[in-house]
């Protein structure tokens, strides 16, 4: 199993996210993006994301809030709250997230989802 911490760039901020890849299964394979819940890349995030490359796909665990997660809930929910109020801020995460995934040789380009939590 393929398990590698990817380091981007998005929304200027650095990102941290897990990529999961079964490394027995030859060529590319369709592409999962998984968002995490609301305190950010954490332990059930990264399990979904590997569970999802134990069965076939290649998924990346996905950071919204720079860096892998939030440090408490007094530094999160402003950001959280910046989120749901600037679309476009929620976007470029996300793009930044799926550009990295797509960068991945295990990864069909033409075969992309998305899944999330919170």
Known sequence: MIAETLRYEADGLNMEGEFYADDTK???????????????????????????????????????????????????????QRLREDCMATRARARGALETLLTRPEVDKTRIAAIGFC
Request: glycine share 16%; aromatic share 8%.
């Open 26 to 80: 030859a060529g590319p394979r369709p592409g999962v993006l998984v968002f995490p819940e609301g305190f950010g890349l954490g332990p059930h995030t990264k399990s979904r994301a590997k569970r999802l490359a134990e069965i076939g796909y290649a998924a990346l665990a996905c950071d919204l809030f720079g860096e892998g997660s939030m440090k408490s809930l007094d530094v999160g929910m402003p950001i959280i």
